[in-house]
């Protein structure tokens, strides 16, 4: 009832009676920001240059697929990147390095999901800082920090930043709770500052690129945990099945509308973000089951018995520019 409310393009009457709450909440906000812009409060630098990559609104808007695909397109230009995080969703706040033997309760699924699809190391803690100092510690070669969802997170320095919107833009503009947004939205992008569009158009004023969204072809389980990807052609095995799609993601929707775009009839298993998969979410007596990728870091191939589990891997395409001129503002980093 609320995200419907966030995504009128008018307040309704939900988002009116909150928005006194709203006004604390961006009262906190800019607090928390004017302490570390006047200089009361430090900003912390990381060993090395960093990309901050969040959003302004509340719920996934591509965050996780823009950090896989920032790392790759930075690599192409001779970089050798590591990922910091918060590590949303895990049982505590200690400093890890993530491992793919390491399971979502200790590390977060996104971070565990980055560092299986990148193979890049990555390194969670409460203090992303520490998160960062570990991990430049560990791995010497590390020239390139991103981190992901930390685009409200002031304590340490950021480089540049990569923002990302869906198609729903702003929503009705107000701050939480009112409506989506986590911090107030500026006239224009913050200095150094992109702007990805995961949709397909701009969902607000501000310019930016678009994102090229593709569910790759499905890999059973135990062959996506090898790290296999699977050879052009498989949508086809599952045409014509009865097919089960859980996805325990902000936009759930969205990844079944995709599904049914390859030609795939679905019974559709909503589950909430960051669902934990502790017990399976399906028919005991389905046979082909879809998820995402998020979801399947949680689902060991032994767990799913005589099911045929399929991870259906969404790659993102981003504009070589965005590179090119993340690359341009990473020229002048100094640790000053």
């Not at 959003?55 to 590591?82: C, D, H, S, W």
């Not at 965005?322 to 980093?333: D, I, P, R």
Request: glycine residues 8%.
């Amino acid at each position: 009832m609320l995200a419907t409310s966030w995504q009128r393009p008018q307040p309704d009457l939900l988002a009116r009676a909150l928005q006194p709450l709203s006004w604390i909440y961006r009262g906190a906000a800019s607090l928390h920001r004017s302490l570390y812009s006047s200089g009361l409060r430090a900003r912390q630098r990381a060993p090395v240059p960093l990309i901050v990559v969040g959003n302004f609104v509340a719920g996934g808007a591509g965050k996780t697929p823009t950090v896989i695909a920032l790392v790759e397109q930075m690599r192409q230009r001779g970089y050798t990147p590591g990922v910091v995080s918060r590590g949303y969703g895990r049982r505590d706040d200690s400093l890890r390095s993530v491992a793919r033997t390491s399971t979502p309760d200790e590390v977060g699924d996104e971070p565990l999901l980055i560092l299986l699809r990148t193979g890049a190391p990555v390194t969670v803690a409460g203090r992303r800082i520490d998160a960062a100092r570990a991990l430049c510690a560990a791995h010497p070669t590390v020239d390139l920090l991103i981190a992901d969802d930390g685009l409200q997170h002031h304590a340490m320095a950021r480089d540049a930043q990569v923002i990302v919107f869906d198609e729903r833009g702003v929503g009705n503009g107000l701050l939480l709770p009112a409506g989506p947004l986590r911090q107030p939205m500026p006239p224009c992008a913050p200095e150094r500052s992109i702007v990805l569009y995961n949709a397909e158009r701009a969902s607000t004023p501000w310019p930016g690129y678009l994102a090229t969204r593709i569910v790759a072809d499905p890999v059973p389980l135990a062959e996506w945990w090898h790290g296999e990807r699977a050879d052009a052609g498989t949508w086809a095995q599952l045409r014509g099945r009865r097919v089960v799609a859980c996805a325990g993601v902000a936009m759930p929707q969205r990844f079944f509308s995709m599904l049914q775009q390859q030609g795939l009839t679905i019974e559709p298993v909503a589950l909430p973000d960051h669902a934990s998969f502790d017990a399976l979410p399906w028919p005991a007596s389905a046979v082909d089951v879809v998820i995402t990728e998020k979801d399947a870091v949680k689902v060991r191939p032994e767990r799913v018995g005589a099911t045929r589990v399929w991870v259906a891997p969404l790659d993102f395409g981003l504009d070589a520019q965005v590179g090119a001129t993340l690359a341009q503002w990473l020229q002048s980093w100094t640790t000053a």
